[in-house]
């Protein structure tokens, strides 16, 4: 079995609601990192950072920031600084995007949409990097 196939069992593919980020940290879950993971994991490779932190609605920024020091995720890490700064650096137009219905033309969802393309050419993804991160965490 390759590495890949073996830390994808330690990842599940499926969206995570942002009502259940809210309710896991709220009852001090430490499952959280988790499904952090499993939400950028998702996010990410389905339509990118601009998917990612219009369905994030700038909550758990710091948290999902953390997750991915803590994973060892150094390329997932840098790419997630990047976006973020994407952002601050035209709140604005940041706002105007996470508050739209994400179909209408934004600059930062444009800039985010360029930044995931390289991102996902990387030769090593978010999965493999933190595998071993992975197989530790809490699960809910």
């Excluded at 009502?19 to 952090?36: K, R």
């Excluded at 920031?65 to 997932?76: N, P, S, W």
Aim: a negative charge.
């Amino acid at each position: 079995m390759s590495e890949s196939t073996e830390s994808r069992k330690s990842l599940p593919y499926r969206a995570i609601p942002l009502a259940q980020l809210q309710e896991t940290a709220s009852c001090g879950s430490a499952a959280l990192p988790f499904l952090l993971a499993v939400k950028f994991n998702y996010d990410v490779n389905q339509g990118g950072f601009s998917q990612f932190v219009y369905n994030m609605r700038g909550n758990f920024l710091a948290e999902t920031e953390e997750m991915l020091k803590a994973a060892g995720a150094r390329v997932a890490h840098g790419f997630y600084v990047r976006a973020v700064s994407l952002c601050l650096a035209d709140t604005q137009e940041y706002s105007r995007f996470i508050e739209s219905d994400y179909r209408d033309a934004n600059a930062v969802k444009e800039s985010l949409q360029l930044l995931s393309i390289e991102y996902l050419q990387q030769p090593t993804d978010f999965e493999t990097e933190a595998a071993e991160f992975l197989a530790s965490c809490p699960r809910p």
